[in-house]
């Protein structure tokens, strides 16, 4: 049986390089590893925090007879994990995924990270551009309504401060998601005008 993914978690799936170690920062579900494993990846971790996603990780790589390419482990953030050429931090806010990449014991210039907030985007570029982080790339997904960005994210070690435009809209220029964005600060002017310039 095949594992089914969302556009959201489809366009992280295919911003992973499969040829490397993986590892999936609460991974809930484990449903991406075990996509990346029916992909062709040969060594990926499906990690999390917490003991209820951990069992849920344990049943779905089971259920999909990934034992032997994807490994369950329990770590905060990348605190436990060893080291990886491509890490995924996908569904949590921006702030808690800029904590968990700038903590990062083992990037380098060749670490991917691909990343996907659910909030505070915004938070998240200022804070990788901050820690000598750089985005490569976006892209969007929508699923179910709602629109994301998925940002591939490379270490540099040249820290920068970016502009207030380019934490809004990042690289990611395209129609959907600049609406969004657009839709976002006009709220958001509407209880502080220093917004409105950056539209
Ligand atoms: C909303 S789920 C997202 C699941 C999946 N990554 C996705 O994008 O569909 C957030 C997951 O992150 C886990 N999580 C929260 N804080 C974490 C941390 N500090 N380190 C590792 N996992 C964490 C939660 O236990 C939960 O399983």
């Known amino acids: 049986m095949a594992v089914k993914l969302d556009p959201r978690l489809l366009t992280i799936a295919e911003m992973v390089r499969k040829d490397g170690k993986i590892c999936d920062v609460g991974t809930d579900h484990a449903l991406l590893p075990c996509y990346l494993f029916e992909q062709g990846a040969g060594d990926v971790i499906a990690s999390d925090v917490n003991e209820g996603p951990l069992k849920a990780a344990e ?14 482990m329990k770590s905060d953030g990348l605190r436990d994990v060893p080291p990886c050429d491509d890490v995924i931090v996908a569904g949590m806010g ?97 209880g502080n005008e220093k917004y409105n310039e950056l539209l």
């Open 59 to 72: 049943a779905t790589v089971r259920q999909y007879g990934a034992e032997n390419c994807v490994s369950v």
């Open 94 to 190: 921006g702030e808690l995924i800029a904590r968990i990449v700038t903590e990062c014991a083992f990037k380098n210039e060749n670490t991917n990270f691909i990343l996907q907030p659910m909030t505070k985007a915004e938070i998240l570029r200022t804070e990788l551009y901050a820690n000598g982080f750089e985005i490569t790339e976006e892209r969007t997904a929508q699923s179910a309504g709602k629109i994301y960005t998925v940002m591939l994210v490379k270490f540099t070690g040249n820290k920068q401060e970016i502009s207030d435009k380019f934490a809004f809209f990042g690289k990611n220029s395209d129609a959907a998601y600049v609406d969004h964005i657009k839709e976002k600060l006009r709220k958001m002017a509407k």
